[in-house]
């Protein structure tokens, strides 16, 4: 089977592309709540975008790093990539951006990116609570210089800066102050720059640590992309092809070269017990007798927590998560949810920071699962599902964030 197309790689490519000189065509994008967001602001700032539902391809004219109107007001709903990445875009334009969204929007930070954009001479201020949207932007151009960038509890704040970064009037040197969260994140961001037509400088110490982020001025140019499938949403049938024996699961279009860091998902599932084929455009993942608990640490692929867990109620011993952190601040506080229906389901679960250990029981409850409406809680737990009777999933309609026809294709691979 084939997911759709990564919602991280299309929002990021959709960016790109309107900031470029010239035209752009980005195929097998993925047309979900949270990519579509994404489209509508970037209507409403302007810009030319042209969408092919049937064929899902885009087309965008980009306007080299101006933004198209003098003022707009967007509404991001709970796409958290949206906001980030289009505060950052908007500090290039020459007037007033309003941005706000549900009231969980309201609850998600986006005090760090505000912080580092100011550092570098963006106008930015917060409409109601300091560190919250929602936020407007009084653009007028971005001067550009240097600025520290701590471990954020977003990978997508130095993704959001990096993107504008080459339209910026002055070179952009970002000094990094510790370990990043979700670096593959980060990297896929500069990867994608570099696609379009401009290139990031790192700079490492003689640890082979990073130090310093470098963005002379430049632009991109306008390309014909095709994205990814995406590699989180393909993490649920692997886990489902994991959880069954004698069950294979085999995804098309990803592989050994993928942008994606939750690709690594695989090497966990192979820890697990699990056989793992990992091709150049391919991974294979087969059911075995028996998996076994495993000790991961997850600080590089979060959106994989909710995945493994569910994958941890049918290995043999207990499982440890670390790296959780930034959990608390997605779609809903991931890190409570989970334990919370974790235990619904007869699991003994123990929280303490940013580490979770799941003891699995000898067999799962029926119980009826709360979403909480994130769509990682229903797509993970529908997993467990699959195999152990009695699950209900509330709200399912919330998968249409990302992937609206996930239990369509989990009935293709053969569940009921």
Known sequence: MQPPGSKSLTNRALVLAALARGNSAISNVLL?????????????????????????????????????????????????????????????????????????????????????????????????????????????????????????????????????SPYARHEVRIDMEDQQTSWPYVAMTMRLMDVFGHTPHVVRDKRDQLRQIIVPPGSYAGTDYRVEPDASNASYFLAVAAIHPGARVKIEGLGKHSLQGDVGFVDLLRKMGAEVELGDDFISIGGTDRLDGIEADLLNMPDMAQTLAVTALFARGDSVLRGLHTLRHKETDRVAAMAAELTRLGAQVTVRDDMMTIQPPSHLRPATIETYNDHRMAMAFAVAGTR?????????????????????????????
Request: glycine share 12%.
């Open 388 to 416: 152990a009777p009695g699950i209900v999933i509330r709200e399912p309609e919330c998968v249409s964030k990302t992937y609206p026809a996930f239990f369509d294709d989990l009935r293709k691979i053969g569940a009921r």
């Open 32 to 164: 979900a709540d949270d990519t579509r967001v994404m489209l509508e602001c970037l209507r409403q700032l302007g810009w030319m975008v042209t969408v092919d539902q049937e064929n899902n391809v885009v087309q965008i004219g980009g306007t080299e790093g101006s933004i198209p109107r003098d003022a707009a007001t967007m509404f991001c709903g709970n796409s958290g990539t949206s906001i980030r990445f289009l505060v950052a875009v908007c500090t290039l334009g020459r007037g007033r951006y309003h941005f706000d969204g549900i009231g969980r929007m309201r609850r998600r930070p986006i005090g760090q990116l505000v912080d580092v954009l100011r550092n570098l001479g963006g106008r930015i201020s917060y409409v109601m609570e300091e560190g919250f949207p929602p936020v407007e932007v009084l653009g007028d151009g971005l001067p550009g210089g240097s600025a520290k960038f701590a471990s954020g509890l977003s990978s997508q704040f130095l993704s959001a800066i990096l993107q504008v």
